[in-house]
């Protein structure tokens, strides 16, 4: 009887000193803005994804979270440069999308894109950033009488569409 009693009381000790333990620990994303898209919470975004975040934005308070198939988007600016920063379902980082002016672009990219596109005027720039493999550029040109889509990459340029404005 006396060693029941001494090995209850040692578990109520031990859980309880769990639970006060637990209590000290705040979430780092407490920083980040509660917004709910839908009904789409924080808490229901992927720990892994929510972590890696706040140790690369961690100064981001405006960051909207957006659930879509098997992806977590956080979507903010930051030096008026619109992110979207993709996580997959495990929380792992998938890629980095970022929009901007011209005014923002790399110079070895502006020289190339308007070394051959001279006449046109570029729209918005689209820099994706994937782990492991080189970054992309697209950009998006206006001229005279259509609009073209060009990517860039590790000083390659293709034009991925074209199009013919309408009179």
């Known amino acids: 009887m006396k060693k029941l009693i001494i090995a209850t009381s040692l578990t109520v000790v031990a859980l309880t000193g769990c639970a006060y333990s637990q209590q000290g620990n705040t979430l780092a994303a407490a920083n980040v803005r509660t917004l709910k898209a839908g009904n789409q919470y924080l808490n229901d975004i992927n720990v892994r994804a929510m972590r890696d975040f706040v140790t690369r934005y961690g100064d981001v308070s405006d ?8 992806n977590y988007v956080a979507v903010f600016y ?17 890629y980095v999308m970022k929009y901007y002016e011209e005014s923002r672009m790399p110079r070895n990219v502006r020289a190339q894109v308007k070394s051959t596109y001279y006449d046109y005027k570029i729209y918005v720039v689209q820099e994706i950033e994937t782990p492991d493999h080189p970054t992309v550029y697209i950009v998006n040109l206006q001229g005279d009488t259509d609009w073209k889509k060009v990517k860039v990459c590790q000083g390659e340029m293709d034009i991925m569409e074209e199009f013919r404005k309408g009179k």
């Open 63 to 70: 960051a909207v979270w957006h659930r879509s198939n098997d």
């Open 78 to 94: 930051k030096d008026s440069i619109q992110h979207r920063v993709i996580y997959s379902n495990r929380g792992d980082l998938s």
